[in-house]
């Protein structure tokens, strides 16, 4: 029997187990926080570092002593790791002209004059138009931009894949999770981050199919995959392609 859950959650990296704690120690002289995830199946302490962060997996009964002797004996690689992935990480935004942003996979390039409020991707360029020329209000005025193109966008692709899927969503929201790309709720409801709208169409288009084939199947069972793998044959190379690139994607 296939669980039914209420709401499955693409998260930007691998599903995390709960119960989840934040923790904290010093390894190599310098203060760390990490994440740990404690869960049933687990047999053995892991350490993972991505753009969150260390995060740790143990046993639902490891004692913080063992973990913190795992974390100790690998203190030089956890360190390095987390450089890499702080140097990895883009700097934040300015939000001033000839800065690059995403759109659909290419790099656009913020082009900010004072005007009426107005907005238009030209060629590699998106022209910003605005009153008053200051960051907080172009952040806003391109974040709300975004938004409404992700809303058409997503709404079209959706369209195209829900009769060729036979699947009938009960209704589409633009989410601003911090953590996941996308879910879909056993109400018939899907949310999908509006930051997807950042990335290539083909991305994009796993995402959609990933939470209508829910529609069809609320679990991550074989049967799921093989309704994904119909629309999208290739969805292992995407689907490994969204996980290494996501870090692009989050920026705010
Ligand atoms: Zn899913």
């Known amino acids: 029997m296939n669980q ?33 995830h404690r869960s049933h199946g687990r047999r053995r302490i892991s350490l993972s570092v991505d753009e969150r962060g260390l995060r740790i997996g ?10 913190e002797t795992v974390l100790r004996d690998h203190a030089r690689w956890v360190v390095r790791k987390l450089t ?17 942003l995403m759109y659909m996979g290419r790099p656009l390039q913020l082009n900010v004059a004072a005007g009426t409020e107005n907005i238009t991707p030209q060629d ?6 605005i009153p008053r020329v200051q960051p907080e209000n172009i952040a806003a005025l391109v974040r709300a931009w975004l938004r409404t193109q992700a809303l ?3 709404a079209t692709r959706i369209e195209r894949y829900r009769v060729a899927m036979a699947v009938v969503p009960a209704d589409i929201r633009l ?34 199919v990933h939470e209508l084939a829910h529609l069809r199947e609320m679990n991550h069972s074989p049967r799921f ?5 119909k629309e999208i044959p290739d969805y292992l190379a995407r689907r490994r392609e969204i996980r290494r690139d996501a870090h692009q994607y989050i920026l705010d």
């Open 124 to 129: 590699s360029a998106l022209q910003v138009s």
């Open 84 to 100: 890499q992935w702080t140097e990895k990480r883009p700097p934040g935004r300015r939000w001033e002209s000839g800065e690059t």
């Open 225 to 229: 995959w093989t309704v994904v793998a």
């Open 4 to 36: 039914i859950r209420a709401q499955l959650e693409l998260p930007f990296a691998s599903p995390s187990p709960s119960p989840v704690v934040a923790c904290s120690a010093v390894l190599d002289g310098q203060p760390i926080s990490y994440v740990l």
């Open 152 to 154: 058409s966008d997503f």
């Open 58 to 67: 143990a046993p639902l009964r490891a004692s913080m002593r063992e973990i």
């Open 175 to 208: 989410s601003n999770a911090r953590t996941r790309w996308g879910s879909c709720h056993a109400s018939g409801r899907i949310l999908l981050n509006w930051r997807l709208i950042q990335m290539p169409a083909r991305l994009i288009d796993y995402v959609v």
